[in-house]
């Protein structure tokens, strides 16, 4: 099926090639449009059914991820979301994920970002796309530092871990030699 020439969807995970997931009202519904790397999609969801949809399928919950948000940086108002820190599928939200307008962004397709006029944003990706949001620049800016931050702790506690798990290793391929 097509809604003014996009693919329609019934259900989408986030991946390392997912934009940003907008709202998209049809009919007094609200889906969400997805704008991937490679094109952009129609999804009979909700942006936040599709950030909680893919929290699941990568094995957590949006509230664990919530509150491992909260753990890791003390954020709990507008939190970011690290839906897969592995594969570094990072995404922050420009309100309140509750407000029906709130737009999902994924941190690593954020190239630059400039105010617009009436308190707005536009953002451009890595591809050359871009969008105008309905946030401030400086509520846009903070959003991204603090998902910045989040994803800078998550990789240092990843590459501690792994550092240490190398060091035991070493150990005991010295004490068998």
Known sequence: MKVNEFIVLEHF?????TMAILPYFVNGDVYAKVIEEDG????????????????????????GRKEGTKAVIG???????????????YVFPTASPRDS???WLSHMHVYRYEPAKHERTVVYFRNGK???????????????YR??????????RMEARERKLQY??????????
Do not use: W
Not at 40 to 63: A, V
Not at 75 to 89: G, L, R, S, Y
């Open 101 to 103: 307008r709130c737009v």
């Open 75 to 89: 954020i709990t108002h507008k939190a970011p979301i690290a839906i897969e820190p592995a594969n570094e599928i």
């Open 147 to 156: 998902t910045a931050q989040l994803r800078t702790k998550l990789s240092e």
């Open 40 to 63: 952009e999609y129609i999804i009979k969801q909700t942006p936040i059914d599709i950030i909680k949809h893919s929290c699941d399928y990568y094995g957590s919950s949006f509230q």
């Open 130 to 144: 871009n969008v105008c949001l309905d946030v401030s620049y400086k509520s846009f800016v903070n959003q991204l």
């Open 168 to 177: 035991i290793f070493r150990m005991q391929q010295e004490k068998q030699i």
């Open 13 to 17: 995970v986030v991946s390392r090639y």
